[in-house]
């Protein structure tokens, strides 16, 4: 039977669509089966594995996206690795993936090979990969070595002979031939020399090598398809000596004069090491400060490093208390070094020199006032730099009225402050310190220890004394005794008269300023346990800014009214500062916190009226873990009289 078709086709051909309209005139015979559709489209994302490429015996692994078998099941794929000829899988392969064993297909050594592919179906072969003009085009390859070893792998050692050296080492890849020998080059990779007798297994002995001399060896495999590619490298000094002993470090100095050195300040260390050593070595000391400091071969017989002060470092006299061989010296005997004895003594930083790492600020103890009115002195903890505050950093007043600083002036501990107009007998006068921003130099204009470090802001006061002028009334001399009358008897009888002298009298004095005491905690440790506050309650607390002893308006208008309250009262004020635990402020730094604050408490109540005696005293941050807010305070209790003397004692600085 004979069938008429009339189709409308569309043709995808190199992108280009094509449409036709034919009139085709089919013959179907029965039993004769005839080919429906087109042939394959291209396929397309391809991706491979290339499963150890420098070695001759490797494959690819081949992944695709098949495309369209247009309307026809493909039966088969062809291989190409020019684009040009291709060839059909036999058996016939449409199961991915497609692996490509470089031996089976005899691909060339030292290139990129590169696979095309394309599907098959009852219509004929499909579209390749690549290479066409449009749409999408893919392909992998892999490039197939030349089937020479590899050098060595890293972590090769030579141990030093007479006029040799043994080189141990693991080997690399064969490349896919058996490495047969070694050849090694001792001129920079000028001229390589095979090892006569051949050698090919670890270690090997490498000859003509100088004595005391260091060399470096290179190293590369042989196999029957050539040389290594590169060498693998290492130094050794031969020596015809049986010197067995190891380098050790004889001692530990600095060139930093002696003095004091704080935050961001560099100390430079050296060690001496007892011989010769190799290029390379270092070790890693640890300062009394918990520092660690990196030492580098410098010379052939030190190793040098430098320590830069950091926050919250300290040392009353800097030294190494130990050390770590971070990559061990070696002599030229190929000894390396083992132990790690400390030198002790002179042969120490500390027992050669006095070099001392500061970085707490100084802290007031006590401001006074002198008789005439004049001058403040502040006295603090330590020494202080001579380069101070200006008088902008001083708001110095009696009550209401300002006084002016004339000059400021350093000696030893103190700082004295001269007031351009007098202060009266018995004033309280107020000194309000306000610290700039932090400086580790010594040359910025702070109150700064010698290291350099910076006291922090403060509010203390002093109160004018008066002088004491002592009258006596001297006794009249006693009178003669009257002559003694004459007698008939040879008996003389003496009457003595004594007139005992009045008291002396003491002019009167003007009332003296209430006590104030500045309290230490006898506590032997570095943790603080809260306090057990006693007395009546005055205030529910003066809360401060973080990291500020400075009182706000808030705070004063707080102790105002305490100031009214204590008015009428006698006994004893205790003022407890604490600060906030945050995580980074050291224990010291927040107990000088605290009891700045508490001073500052106790000068303003005085400055204020205030003639009840007080006690304040600092704790610090008193929690285990980080705080709130409310712990930057300070807390008010008042005790009677009976109790006042007990509480007096405690200070352990009175």
Excluded: H
């Amino acid at each position: 039977m004979w069938k008429i078709a009339k189709t409308k086709e569309s043709l995808m051909k190199r992108g280009r669509v094509i449409v036709a309209i034919t009139l085709c005139i089919g013959v179907t015979a029965p039993g004769i089966a005839s080919a429906v559709g087109s042939t394959p489209l291209r396929p397309t994302s391809f991706n491979g594995d290339c499963t150890v490429p420098s070695n001759s015996t490797g494959q690819i692994s081949v992944t695709f996206t098949p495309g369209s078998d247009g309307g026809s099941a493909i039966t088969n794929y062809k291989y190409s690795f020019d684009n040009i000829t291709f060839v059909a899988f036999d058996p016939p392969k449409i199961t991915q993936p497609f692996v490509f064993d470089f031996t089976t297909y005899n691909r060339p050594l030292g290139e990129l090979t590169y696979i095309y592919l394309k599907a098959m179906n009852a219509n004929g072969d499909g579209e390749s990969n690549w290479g066409n003009a449009s749409g999408t085009n893919s392909r992998v390859g892999c490039t197939v070595e030349t089937g020479r070893p590899s050098r060595p792998l890293t972590g090769m050692t030579a141990t030093p002979g007479d006029g040799s050296a043994s080189v141990t080492f693991t080997p690399g890849s064969n490349g896919g031939s058996a490495i047969t020998n070694y050849k090694y080059s001792i001129d920079n990779e000028m001229t390589y020399i095979a090892l006569s007798p051949a050698d090919a297994t670890s270690p090997i002995t490498i000859p003509g090598l100088t004595n005391g001399v260091l060399t470096t060896i290179y190293l590369k495999a042989v196999n029957a398809n050539g040389d290594s590619p590169t060498a693998r490298s290492v130094t050794v000094t031969p020596t015809g000596s049986s010197d067995t002993t190891r380098p050790v470090v004889t001692s530990f100095s600095s060139t930093k004069a002696d003095g004091t050195y704080g935050i961001g300040m560099t100390i430079n260390i050296t060690a001496t090491i007892s011989e010769e050593i190799a290029v390379g070595a270092s070790i890693t000391v640890t300062l009394d400060t918990g520092d660690t400091v990196v030492l580098t071969r410098a010379t052939a017989t030190t190793l040098t490093g430098t320590y830069t002060v950091g926050t919250g470092d300290n040392s009353a006299d800097l030294t190494v208390s130990s050390y770590v061989l971070t990559s061990a010296p070696t002599d030229a005997s190929g000894n390396a070094m083992t132990s790690t004895a400390l030198p002790t003594g002179t042969n120490n930083i500390a027992g050669a020199q006095a070099i001392v790492v500061d970085t707490t600020p100084p802290t007031l103890r006590s401001a006074t006032a002198n008789t005439a009115g004049t001058q403040v002195t502040l006295t603090f903890n330590e020494p202080l730099n001579a380069t101070t505050a200006v008088a902008g950093d001083f708001a110095v007043s009696v009550g209401t009225v300002a006084k002016t600083v004339s000059s400021i002036s350093v000696s030893g501990s103190t700082v004295i402050l001269t007031l351009g107009t007098p202060a009266a007998s018995g004033d309280v006068i107020s000194v309000v310190y306000t610290a700039p921003t932090p400086n580790s130099a010594t040359s910025n204009s702070a109150i700064q220890d010698i290291a350099g470090n910076d006291a922090i802001s403060f509010t203390t006061t002093a109160t004018v004394p008066s002088a004491t002028t002592t009258t006596t009334t001297v006794a009249p001399a006693p009178a003669p005794a009257p002559e003694p009358e004459p007698t008939t008897t040879t008996t003389t009888t003496t009457t003595t008269t004594t007139t005992v002298a009045p008291t002396p009298t003491v002019a009167p004095t003007k009332a003296s300023p209430p006590k104030v005491l500045e309290c230490k905690i006898a506590n032997k440790g570095t943790k603080y346990a809260a306090p057990v506050v006693v007395g009546e309650k005055l205030s529910e607390g003066i809360i401060f800014d973080p990291a500020s002893p400075t009182l706000d308006s808030k705070d004063k208008r707080e102790l105002d009214r305490v100031t009214s309250v204590m008015a009428e009262r006698g006994g004893l004020v205790l003022v407890s500062g604490f600060a906030r635990k945050n995580g980074f402020d050291s224990a010291e730094y927040l107990r000088n916190l605290s009891l700045a604050r508490a001073r500052n408490v106790s000068n303003y109540l005085v400055a204020k009226g205030v003639r009840v005696s007080m006690r304040y005293e600092g704790y610090g941050a008193v929690t285990k873990d980080i705080g709130t807010s409310i712990e930057r305070k300070v807390d008010l209790r008042w005790i009677d009289d009976s109790e006042k003397i007990k509480y007096e004692k405690r200070c352990l600085n009175q």
